[in-house]
């Protein structure tokens, strides 16, 4: 069985400002993890995904996360928040020919 | 490049009435494809997922029916819609079966269907 919990359902920044989206997740397997963007009435866009290379994932539009196994963790960060963020975020865990999303984290970005 | 088209953007349906919902990949092929929903304040449900031409698996019984006539074509389907049926409805696919490393889904822009 797997499982993810995204947990912050709304976050608030202030344009310019670092931002933290967290995830936990429980699998198990030997999880694929990836993060999706959503904008309004958009599909959802892939940001980044977790391959077990390296534990910090570089994605596009500057976020990146770190997969953290002692901690079931794989958080998205981005340093400096664009007006353009202002989107829902999804993180997935993938497993057993399972997908399972979070319940999404809204971003809003404040002028 | 791989690219996934769906159609319509927006549907307002009365109750009762048919639907069909399309979505097209160009750009690979045997491609895993997928419908997904998603509701408000619901997350995102898997509806139906095939990895092959004829090939339907149904995550959860319903209302809806999918088909795949075409590698590329995925199709979904109701006689009648239902009030519950309202919601933003996605098609994605995958290189590999979902689980297959390294292979995230790839979305369209979804529709939005308001069954009225």
């Known amino acids: 069985a797997q499982s993810v919990t995204q947990l912050d359902s709304h976050v608030s920044v202030s344009e310019g400002t670092p931002v933290l989206l967290r995830c936990n997740y429980s699998?198990?397997?030997?999880?694929?993890l990836f993060w999706y963007v959503q904008h309004p009435n958009k599909g959802l866009q892939l940001l980044l995904k977790?391959?077990?290379?390296?534990?910090l994932v570089k994605g596009i539009n500057g976020f990146e996360a770190e997969f953290k196994k002692s901690e079931t963790s794989f958080h998205l960060t981005k340093p400096s928040a664009h007006m353009s963020d202002a989107a829902e975020y999804f993180c997935?865990?993938?497993?057993?020919?399972?997908?399972?999303f979070g319940a999404g984290t809204t971003v809003t970005v404040r002028a | 490049s791989q690219t996934i088209h769906q159609w319509p953007a927006t549907l307002v349906q009365p109750v009762g009435s048919p639907l069909s919902l399309e979505c097209t990949v160009e750009?690979?092929?045997?491609?895993?494809l997928y419908w997904y929903r998603q509701a408000a304040g619901r997350g995102l449900q898997l509806l139906f997922y095939?990895?092959?031409?004829?090939?339907i698996s149904s995550e959860v019984p319903q209302n809806l029916s999918a088909s795949r006539p075409q590698d590329r074509q995925f199709i979904l389907s109701s006689k009648k819609l239902l009030l519950s049926d309202s919601g933003f409805y996605l098609c994605?696919?995958?290189?590999?079966?979902?689980?297959?490393?390294?292979?995230?889904?790839?979305f369209g822009n979804g529709t939005r269907l308001t069954v009225t």
């Open positions: 994605a696919w995958s290189v590999l079966p979902t689980g297959g490393f390294n292979s995230p889904l790839h």
């Open positions: 699998s198990s397997y030997s999880p694929s």
């Open positions: 977790y391959t077990s290379a390296a534990t």
């Open positions: 997935v865990v993938s497993g057993n020919y399972k997908l399972s």
């Open positions: 750009g690979t092929s045997n491609p895993n």
């Open positions: 095939s990895v092959g031409i004829g090939q």
